[in-house]
Structure formats: C-alpha cells, structure tokens
C-alpha cells in the first residue's frame, strides 16, 4: 500500500517541471490526482500518461471562480478531497531598484493570491472529509533575503506567512497547512546554471551539489500523508544545507 492510498490531491502547476514529478509521485504512492495548469496540450498529455487516477482541469490560479471548478473536478474524481499542493508560480530576478510596481503587482497576484484563493477553496470539501493537508511552495528566496529577488521574495515571504495564520486557524479542522522552501533544484524554470559553473557555485554548500525534483517530492509525500498528521504551521526546507549559515 502507498503513502497517499485511497487520498485525492490537487496538484496547480502541474503541467511541467517540478509539479509534473509530483503529480506523478502522488499516482504511484496510490493517490487519485487533479493536475491543473494553464498549459492544456502538456497538461493533458501528462495526466494521459498517469492514467485513470489522474485528470486534468485547465486552470487560472488567479481566478477564484476557477477554484469552484477544481475543486468539484477533484470531489467528481475521488469523492473526496485530502490535498492541496499550491505549486503554480511565476518567477524572475530584478534588483528593487530596477524593478516595476506592475510586474511586482503580477508575482504577488499567482504566488501570493493564488494560494490564497486556493487554500480557502478547499476547506469545505476537507472539512467533509474529515481534514486535509495544504502544502504551499514557497522557496529559500522566502527565508532570507536574496539579491535580484526582491519581487519574487516578497511573495514567497508571504507565502510563508499566510501559511502560518491558515495552519493556526485551520487546525481545529483537522487541516494542515505547511511550506516547503527549495533551494537549486535541477529541471525546474528557476534553475539556469550551467552545469561547469555547479562546482564553483556549491562549493560552500554542505551537499555540494543541485537538488533533484524527486527529492522535493519525497518531502512532499510525507507532508500530503498521515504519517506527518501532528506537522502543521512549519516551514520545511530542502536545500542541500545552502542556508544553514
């Protein structure tokens, strides 16, 4: 038996990169999946190839009306809801100085209002089933604070936050809400390095070396599953020790 057995997940952004392994991770640990993108030819393809467990829904993160449609996909699906993975997200680097109020207006719309939309949506449907667990992607970028990432930190530090407040206010539902926090992880849009630049780049890396999307999604299975149902309101990082110091 799996992991996720019996569960129903959603999965936003999970037509390519890092939400396509999750999607696919969640199947095998025995989980009936709703991959959701704005990428509907890859979206469908990737949910073909998961089979009966998995559908697809094409989905605008941003728009909240949207949410009623996943959500009620994923209940038609599985007749019932268990999880949420907020996996969809935009990203680029900019100085603060260099950057413009309307594309900080656009990240903090997906990554921020998009949770946020996502996380409220889904409590009716958990609240049935007993309880849930919402895991949010946040990033390192949400724990310190990186140059070039002023725009994209700033809503994965609010990412990080909502969370929290959503864990405190979730739990007497039997909801949990955590993050994960990568750091530089292979085949993913954010990850642009060269691979002869790695060995100068993790050098001071405990790990010194990318991480690989599995290993994500190896955290994240433990967080979607029963074996993680006292853990809620955390923030789990998984960076090869890039931000111990």
């Known amino acids: 038996m799996g992991q996720l057995e019996g569960k129903s997940i959603i999965i936003t952004g999970a037509a390519q990169g890092m939400g396509a ?3 696919r991770r969640c199947v095998e640990e025995g989980a009936r999946v709703v ?3 704005l ?16 559908v697809f829904v094409e989905q605008d993160i941003t728009a909240e009306a949207e949410w009623d449609r996943v959500v009620a996909a994923a209940v038609d699906h ?3 809801l268990d999880g949420l ?3 969809a997200a935009i990203w680029w680097t900019e100085s603060v100085m260099d950057e413009d109020a309307d594309r900080l207006r656009k990240m903090l719309e997906v990554n921020v209002i998009g ?4 996380m409220r ?11 849930g667990s919402i895991v949010n992607l946040s990033s390192i970028a949400g724990t310190r604070g990186i140059p070039g990432h002023g725009s994209y930190g700033a809503s994965k530090w609010a990412v990080r936050g909502l969370s929290k407040v959503a864990a405190a206010e979730f739990g007497s539902w039997n909801i949990r809400v955590n993050t994960i926090h990568p750091g530089a992880i292979e085949g993913t849009g954010m990850f642009l390095i060269p691979e002869s630049e790695h060995a100068d780049l993790f050098q001071a890396q405990p790990l010194q070396r990318p991480g690989r999307r599995e290993e994500v999604s ?3 299975l433990f967080l979607l599953s029963d074996q993680s149902s006292y853990v809620t309101g955390h923030e789990h990082v998984v960076d090869g020790g890039r931000t111990v110091w």
């Open 121 to 131: 949506k889904v409590v009716p449907a958990m609240r049935d089933s007993g309880g």
């Open 35 to 37: 991959l959701t993108d």
């Open 115 to 118: 949770t946020f939309h996502g």
């Open 78 to 80: 599985a007749g019932r």
């Open 85 to 87: 993975v907020n996996n």
């Open 21 to 23: 392994i999750h999607a």
């Open 39 to 54: 990428q509907v030819e890859e979206g469908e393809k990737q949910a073909e190839a998961l089979g009966d467990a998995a």
């Open 218 to 220: 190896g955290l994240l």
